[in-house]
């Protein structure tokens, strides 16, 4: 399937999920442990712009890339966000291009596909980050959750997950009973068992 397909269903299902919270919710912890939900959709609004930028040929200031200020109305800032990704994705000739990624490499050029991989991987964990702190299903299909998977085995588990700000943590033993979406997220550092409560 085109990766854009499956980042879209990825990056739509977060704004489902977010279409849940509430006022009160934006405070809550989730599973990054140094992010309360609005810190953590902050940093995905920041990476949709980066992302967004790196498509249409830019991308290379790390400041397209910070953290999104989310006002008053951090679902509406979030959801233009994800419709501008969505949209610098969605362009002709896109998947011919090649993106610049400053938080990776400050020289190094991504072919398209592998670039919208990284981001569609980022939005499925972020996703299931957010419906957990919320304490509400995240919704994929069995195809994007498999997609997920084959890109999260190929993530290599190096010492540089131990670094500060690392995206993904080492990782976790995968559980013989576990769904392909755990073992997602086990194979990149997160706990399938963690709940809001048991963070406290």
Known sequence: MDIRKLDRTAVLETVRVLGQASARDWDRP????????????????????????????????????????????????????????LHAFARPGVLSAEFLLPEISATRRFPASLAIGFHFLDYVVHGWDVARALGVPLDLDEETVRAAESIAQRVPDDEGRTSPGAPFRPALPARPDGSALDLVLTSLGRSPEWSATASH
């Open 30 to 85: 989730t599973p990054c442990a140094e992010w309360t939900l609005r810190e953590l959709v902050a940093h995905m609004a920041g990476q949709h712009h980066g992302f967004a930028a790196a498509a249409t040929g830019g991308g290379t200031d790390l400041a397209d890339w910070q953290p999104s200020e989310l006002g008053d109305d951090p679902l509406a800032t979030y959801c233009a966000t994800a419709e501008t990704v």
